[in-house]
Nanobody, 127 residues
Framework: QVHLEESGGGSVQAGGSLRLSCVAS????????MGWFRQAPGKEREAVAA????????YYHDSVKGRFTISKDNAKNTLYLQMNSLKPEDTAMYYC????????????????????WGQGTQVTVSS
């Protein structure tokens, strides 16, 4: 059974950093398309970052460009999201997601592209 487990969330002050991890079990993250999404209270879930095109391309939401970096470690079957210069508006539950093995995504920021999802890790940024 496929299972994605996020970790690394926590509470930090504005300007701080966190590194989220997502370990896959019973599944190997596809280098074709992997992503991070977040959902804040009262808001819809949105794409934060994605890595696709065999790992050669990345997508970032405009609000996190220059602050967040998505990466992966194939040996550890783990997806990461390095978050720097955190802002209160980054407060949300963060989810990792992956597409089916061998599948390429045409819209990496599209939630519909992803088959596998973790249960989330909470990130809280105070001012």
């Amino acid at each position: 059974q496929v299972h994605l487990e996020e970790s690394g969330g926590g509470s930090v002050q504005a300007g701080g950093s966190l590194r989220l991890s997502c370990v896959a079990s019973g599944y190997t993250h596809s280098s074709n398309c992997m992503g991070w999404f977040r959902q804040a209270p009262g808001k819809e879930r949105e794409a934060v970052a994605a890595i696709y095109n065999g790992g050669g391309s990345t997508y970032y939401h405009d609000s996190v460009k220059g602050r967040f970096t998505i990466s992966k470690d194939n040996a550890k079957n783990t997806l990461y999201l390095q978050m720097n210069s955190l802002k209160p508006e980054d407060t949300a539950m963060y989810y990792c997601a992956g597409v089916r093995e061998g599948v390429y995504c045409f819209e990496p920021q599209g939630e519909y592209e992803y088959k596998h999802w973790g249960q989330g890790t909470q990130v809280t940024v105070s001012s």
